[in-house]
């Protein structure tokens, strides 16, 4: 397998030199499966700076009212048809999952790690607290599918803090189950099934952005990235989020983990999760995870998706993802 890059140069007449001529270059790169292209440059300062807002103080300013936590889930959230859920709102560990009042598919959930935790840096993020909050996710899927056939689209999501989309500071999960894919579900599902492996092997082989594997889980920094700080997953012989069995969500609960806690010791509070499922069986896809990093929190602060991102579809990364993985070390390593 190729991964497909090229190098592109320009030059100018640089202020901070006196006015000499400098060379300026960059790098576009070819993502192995969908084809997208994305371009990593070099900035002289970080485009996303390292959190230093009081996040917790922050949060305080939106508890009150806050429909997600302790004392006000059970009234002001609502509840699941009896025919999906006969109680209402799916519950594992300390997660709660129930619909989606803006709804994003046919069939939109949320769910919280914990009604009582509005304020979850990405520090504080354990195996445990991810693992439940995906169990929901699954149950969720598992029994949309069997209330709907049609709906066979499934993915979990996220939008942690207002920079990532988030319109609520509480942190949690986000599911859709649809009959219709979006676009980067169909890309992928589209994707020749021994591409996956091809992109895996290749990349396993080179050692230059393979972060390890966990068990049946694959990680990866991404070769072209769409957003700062890509990290990638597969996982062999599960094409939706609804075949995940418990071993697997307990692996996922754990790698998610530990790429959460990294951000956070790179300076990240805010970031999106997409896992990318494909109608279930569908022969030789693995289940896609995407994890990108996103803009922290400031009162005043740049965002990072730019004309590049929202209207060309293209990222412009100043992380690069060889940089990222020996940044990562071994933690994804079993």
């Not at 803009?295 to 990222?324: C, F, K, M």
Request: hydrophobic fraction near 40%; include cysteine.
């Amino acid at each position: 397998m190729e991964l497909r890059r090229q190098r592109l140069s320009g030059e100018l007449l640089d202020p901070r030199e006196g006015f000499e001529r400098v060379d300026v270059e960059l790098e576009v790169r070819w993502d192995p499966l969908t084809g997208h292209t994305t371009r990593l440059v070099r900035s002289p300062a970080e485009l996303i700076p390292r959190s230093d807002l009081d996040l917790e103080a922050a949060g305080r300013q939106f508890a009150e009212g806050c429909p997600f936590c302790a004392e006000r889930i059970d009234q002001m959230t609502p509840k699941l048809p009896a025919t999906v859920w006969p109680d209402g709102r799916i519950r594992h560990g300390r997660a709660v999952l129930f619909p989606n009042l803006l709804a994003y598919s046919a069939h939109s959930s949320v769910s919280v790690y914990a009604p009582e935790l509005h304020f979850l840096p990405l520090g504080r993020m354990t195996p445990r607290l991810v693992a439940d909050n995906l169990a929901t996710q699954v149950a969720f899927t598992r029994a949309v599918v069997r209330s709907d056939p049609r709906s066979r689209w499934a993915s979990i999501n996220a939008n942690h803090m207002l920079p990532s989309g988030s319109s609520l500071f509480h942190p949690h999960l986000q599911g859709s189950v649809d009959p219709v894919p979006t676009t980067f579900q169909r890309l992928l599902a589209e994707t020749p099934p021994g591409r996956f492996e091809e992109y895996v092997s290749a990349e396993r082989r080179s050692g230059e952005r393979h972060l390890g594997s966990t068990g049946r889980v694959e990680w990866l920094a991404s070769f072209a990235p769409v957003a700062p700080a890509e990290l990638r997953a597969f996982v062999r012989g599960v094409a939706s989020p609804g075949e995940l069995d418990d071993d697997l969500v307990e692996e996922l609960g754990h790698g998610v983990a530990t790429a959460l806690n990294f951000y956070a010791e790179l300076g990240f509070e805010s970031f999106n999760l997409a896992t990318y499922g494909a109608p279930p069986d569908t022969d030789g896809y693995p289940l896609n995870l995407r994890l990108v990093c996103r803009s922290n929190l400031q009162p005043l602060y740049r965002s990072d998706a730019t004309y590049l991102e929202r209207v060309h579809w293209e990222g412009a990364i100043d992380i690069w993802p060889e940089e990222l993985t020996e940044q990562a070390g071994d933690r994804f390593r079993r």
